[in-house]
């Protein structure tokens, strides 16, 4: 009797034995599954932070490739002539270049050949000052190194200029400008004479005319001569308004039949350029001549 009590509890315990160990082996396969699913989760996480990386690294690529096609477009149309969408007008915009309705942008044979333009010596003037209206022009940045006109004074208007300015000689280069030769320059510019601009409300160049012989007389020891760049333009549709960014200046320009006149200039920077501004900077020096 007790032999059998005695199997029958070792039969009991080795039961419970075996359904704890499958019960410890349930727990360590949860366990173990729980393990792998945070791990592919983890893997998951890390795949998706990889391919946000790559994406926002690809980005500036596929904006400069953007860009660069945009460019290819702009290019494209240089050649063919074609006109400017609004993005790509809106991008001119921001360069202050005023856009003509269906204009289109310079190519860069255009740019090249007022350039050339810009450059000569009865142009270049009318870019040194910032002026909207003919009136504000600077007509002695304009007329400085003569704008084309300029011939070597006579013994008279020498002597006249030393007499206006107290002084007993001419000191450095001298030069004269027939009053006549100043109303055709200005003519063909911008389309008004001297004494209609000087009507208008112009500063002139009074302190420098001579009436005795109706010329304008000028004593420079240097030059104000800028070698401007075209570095960008537009033309409207017919060809008729052109407005150039040349590096600072933005001149705006009539074509008629091939001539050109100034319309106005826009400077950004370089107070010097800019009369007022001039002679804000001055005030305080004795440099105007006597009346």
């Given at each position: 009797?007790?032999?059998r009590?005695?199997?029958?509890?070792?039969?009991?315990?080795?039961?419970?034995?075996?359904?704890?160990?499958?019960?410890?082996?349930?727990?360590?396969?949860?366990e173990?599954?729980?393990?792998?699913?945070?791990?592919?989760?983890?893997?998951?996480?890390?795949?998706?932070?990889?391919?946000?990386?790559?994406?926002?690294?690809?980005?500036?690529?596929?904006?400069?490739?953007?860009?660069?096609?945009?460019?290819?477009?702009v290019?494209?149309?240089?050649?063919?002539?074609?006109?400017?969408?609004?993005?790509?007008?809106?991008?001119?915009?921001?360069?202050?270049?005023?856009?003509?309705?269906?204009?289109?942008?310079?190519?860069?044979?255009?740019?090249?050949?007022?350039?050339?333009?810009?450059?000569?010596?009865?142009?270049?003037?009318?870019?040194?000052?910032?002026?909207?209206?003919?009136?504000?022009?600077?007509l002695?940045?304009?007329?400085?190194?003569?704008?084309?006109v300029?011939?070597?004074?006579?013994?008279?208007?020498?002597?006249?200029?030393?007499?206006?300015?107290?002084?007993?000689?001419?000191?450095?280069?001298?030069?004269?400008?027939?009053?006549?030769?100043?109303?055709?320059?200005?003519?063909e510019?911008?389309?008004?004479?001297?004494?209609?601009?000087?009507?208008?409300?112009?500063?002139?160049?009074?302190?420098?005319?001579?009436?005795?012989?109706?010329?304008?007389?000028?004593e420079?020891?240097?030059?104000?001569?800028?070698?401007?760049?075209?570095?960008?333009?537009?033309?409207?549709?017919?060809?008729?308004?052109?407005?150039?960014?040349?590096?600072?200046?933005?001149?705006?320009?009539?074509?008629?039949?091939?001539?050109?006149?100034?319309?106005?200039?826009?400077?950004?920077?370089?107070?010097?350029?800019?009369?007022?501004?001039?002679?804000?900077?001055?005030?305080e020096?004795?440099?105007?001549?006597?009346?």
């Open positions: 009797m007790r032999l009590a005695a199997v029958f509890a070792g039969i009991l315990i080795l039961s419970l034995c075996a359904g704890c160990g499958q019960e410890t082996d349930a727990v360590l396969v949860q173990e599954s729980a393990a792998q699913s945070q791990e592919a989760d983890a893997v998951q996480s890390q795949e998706v932070v990889e391919a946000q990386e790559k994406e926002e690294n690809a980005a500036p690529d596929q904006e400069e490739n953007l860009t660069s096609e945009q460019e290819a477009d290019e494209q149309e240089q050649t063919s002539g074609g006109s400017l969408d609004e993005e790509k007008k809106e991008q001119l915009k921001e360069k202050k270049l005023e856009i003509p309705e269906n204009g289109r942008r310079l190519t860069e044979e255009e740019l090249a050949e007022y350039t050339e333009w810009i450059q000569d010596i009865s142009n270049y003037g009318f870019l040194l000052s910032d002026w909207a209206d003919p009136a504000q022009i600077e002695y940045q304009v007329f400085y190194n003569g704008a084309g300029a011939r070597e004074g006579t013994d008279g208007e020498k002597q006249a200029y030393c007499d206006r300015y107290h002084q007993p000689e001419i000191y450095t280069d001298f030069l004269s400008m027939d009053k006549a030769d100043v109303d055709a320059v200005l003519l510019k911008v389309g008004l004479t001297y004494d209609e601009l000087m009507a208008q409300g112009s500063r002139g160049m009074e302190e420098d005319y001579f009436a005795e012989t109706n010329s304008f007389c000028l420079r020891g240097d030059t104000n001569y800028v070698q401007y760049e075209c570095k960008d333009g537009v033309v409207n549709e017919d060809g008729t308004l052109v407005t150039l960014d040349c590096g600072g200046s933005y001149a705006k320009l009539s074509v008629t039949e091939g001539h050109r006149r100034f319309l106005s200039n826009h400077i950004t920077d370089d107070w010097y350029r800019n009369w007022e501004g001039f002679v804000e900077h001055h005030e020096e004795d440099w105007m001549p006597d009346d």
